[in-house]
């Protein structure tokens, strides 16, 4: 179903979070439910994953995570506010250690000069109050957006274990 890079990626940060103890939560919008299921394709991954929040309404996104009404009116959902308090809430609200959120325009349409098809913004979070942020435009379809979003989200986690 996903693309043995991914897959290897995604068994690494599995591998690692195993070893220091730590649950994975996600908070995903434009990826529908992809990296959860993407960690969860993988056998095992139980002991790892403890949920995941898919978020796809500024609705969802308050009422599940806790994102302020606020930011959706200043900022947008597809921004690095709303993906940083998505990670935050995402830990707040779950038994994880270690959040992934991911909030973007994967395209056809919804894209415009400010905030283009292609951008994704995600964050990690940790229980300790640490949150990494990165803001990426990734090029091609919906489907390829989309799978690139789940890559370097699955990255991102690494990059965070390394802080």
């Avoid at 995903?28 to 929040?53: K, P, Q, W």
């Avoid at 921004?79 to 779950?94: D, Q, T, W």
């Amino acid at each position: 179903m996903f693309p043995d890079e991914i897959v290897q990626v995604a068994e690494q940060v599995l591998e690692r979070c195993r070893g220091a103890e730590l649950q994975i939560v996600t908070a995903e919008s434009c990826t529908g439910g992809l990296i959860t299921g993407c960690l969860t394709a993988i056998s095992g991954s139980s002991d790892v994953v403890d949920r995941g929040f898919i978020t796809y309404t500024n609705q969802a996104k308050h009422q599940m995570l806790g994102v302020p009404n606020s930011y959706f009116e200043t900022v947008g959902a597809v921004s690095e506010n709303v993906a940083r308090a998505m990670a935050e809430g995402a830990i707040i609200h779950s038994d994880g250690d270690v959040s992934l959120s991911v909030t973007g325009v994967a395209g056809p349409g919804g894209g415009s000069d400010e905030k283009p098809i292609g951008l994704v913004h995600m964050a990690v979070g940790r229980k300790n109050g640490f949150t990494l942020h990165e803001r990426h435009v990734f090029t091609g379809d919906r489907t390829a957006v989309r799978m690139a979003t789940v890559k370097f989200g699955l990255f991102l986690i690494n990059k965070s274990l390394d802080q």
